[in-house]
Nanobody
Framework: QVQLVESGGGLVQPGGSLTLSCAVS????????ISWYRRAPGKERDFVAR???????NYADSVRGRFTISRDNAKNTVYLQMNSLELEDTAVYYC??????????????WGQGTQVTVSS
């Protein structure tokens, strides 16, 4: 069984930065891809970024250049560094796990989410 736990959400001002963490249990961490999604109030869940088991990355156009996804296989953790945050980045952020390349959108496991609020 794979379990994912997000942390690091909070309140930040526009232009600020925040780093989210996704801790993954299970021995498959080094070979599984991890994605971040977000759901803004009243909207559908959207893809944000993904990192494959091999370290290849993929980003949504809306965050490319501002967000960076990375993984630490020794800690079974994936990070989402978010810079230059905008009001539109306010959402619940979820991490998800699934086999496949950086372009894959298939996820078999999901975390519970962490709230990110960008407000002045």
């Amino acid at each position: 069984q794979v379990q994912l736990v997000e942390s690091g959400g909070g309140l930040v001002q526009p232009g600020g930065s925040l780093t989210l963490s996704c801790a993954v249990s299970g021995s498959i961490f080094s070979i599984i891809g991890i994605s971040w999604y977000r759901r803004a109030p009243g909207k559908e869940r959207d893809f944000v970024a993904r990192i494959s088991g091999a370290g290849a990355t993929n980003y949504a156009d809306s965050v490319r250049g501002r967000f960076t996804i990375s993984r630490d296989n020794a800690k079974n953790t994936v990070y989402l560094q978010m810079n230059s945050l905008e009001l539109e980045d306010t959402a619940v952020y979820y991490c998800a796990a699934g086999y496949g390349s950086a372009n894959s959108r298939k996820n078999d496991y999901w975390g519970q989410g962490t709230q990110v609020t960008v407000s002045s």
